[in-house]
């Protein structure tokens, strides 16, 4: 009898905790109060997903990012770049096929971000982090949209 065993090295390895999140890929909308802000995702190849955001307001574009999900050994790195600020990373302490969770303690605000897939194709970012009176946070809510690719 012949066993067979077969183990996964490189750019496979690496790539398997981001499979998990694929679902991530695609574009998501918030939509509220004359504002709405918007995350687009790759989908995961070559061990990375690339990501941006932004928020629209009255017209105006008062906040956008840059993001990156990477591998590091056996955790997630998600990277921001928001506007006009240094870029940051926040280490996985949790994934799973439904979400995933961030976090880097040394950083201002945010210090934890929470992504959960939900039902009827939604996702909710939870933010948290230190404030005056302990830890505050808030979610939002995105629903997925088509992705718009301009005239």
């Known amino acids: 009898m012949i066993t067979l065993l077969l183990i996964a090295v ?11 999140l694929a679902w991530l890929g695609g574009c998501w909308e918030s ?5 709405t802000t918007t995350e ?4 995961p190849s070559g061990s990375l997903m690339l990501g941006a955001g932004r928020t629209v307001a009255g017209g105006r574009t008062p906040a956008y990012e840059h ?20 870029e940051t990373d926040f280490r996985s302490v949790s994934v799973s096929d439904s979400g995933f ?15 959960r897939r939900t039902p009827s194709d939604g996702l909710t970012v939870h933010v948290e982090g230190p404030g005056p009176n302990g830890t505050r946070g808030f979610d939002i809510a995105f629903q997925r949209v088509r992705c718009e690719t301009g005239g």
């Open 10 to 20: 490189g750019p496979a390895a690496a790539q398997a905790p981001l499979d998990r």
């Open 40 to 43: 687009m995702w790759m989908p």
């Open 101 to 115: 969770t961030v976090e880097n303690l040394q950083h201002d605000f945010p210090q934890r971000l929470t992504y």
């Open 67 to 86: 993001l990156r999900l990477r591998v590091d050994g056996d955790q997630l790195v998600y990277t921001a770049i928001p506007s006009g600020q240094t």
């Open 31 to 35: 939509s509220g109060r004359n504002r």
